[in-house]
Nanobody
Framework: QVQLVESGGGLVQPGGSLRLSCTAS????????MGWYRQAPGKQREVVAT???????NYADSVKGRFTISRDNAKKTVYLQMNSLKPEDTTVYYC????????????WGQGTQVTVSS
């Protein structure tokens, strides 16, 4: 069973920065596509950013140029650097790990709250 533990959320003023971390208890972390998602109350969970096993990245239009996803396979950790934060970025952020090996194996973290407010 894969466990994902997120950290780094909190309260920040508009224009500020936060860095989220997600560490996975998995033997071959480098084979997983890692992603950050967010879900506001009453809304569907949406993708924020993903990073492939080879390091290719994708971002939601709403965060392009402000957020950066990266991974450290040796530490089995994925990061989300969030700069120029806006109040509309306020919500719970979730880490996801996914691997396709005949079938899709998908795991979620417990979520970390990010609040952008003055």
């Amino acid at each position: 069973q894969v466990q994902l533990v997120e950290s780094g959320g909190g309260l920040v003023q508009p224009g500020g920065s936060l860095r989220l971390s997600c560490t996975a208890s998995v033997s071959i972390f480098g084979l997983y596509v890692m992603g950050w998602y967010r879900q506001a109350p009453g809304k569907q969970r949406e993708v924020v950013a993903t990073i492939s096993s080879g390091g290719a990245t994708n971002y939601a239009d709403s965060v392009k140029g402000r957020f950066t996803i990266s991974r450290d396979n040796a530490k089995k950790t994925v990061y989300l650097q969030m700069n120029s934060l806006k109040p509309e970025d306020t919500t719970v952020y979730y880490c996801r790990a996914e691997r396709t090996l005949g079938q899709i194996y998908r795991y979620w973290g417990q979520g970390t709250q990010v609040t952008v407010s003055s």
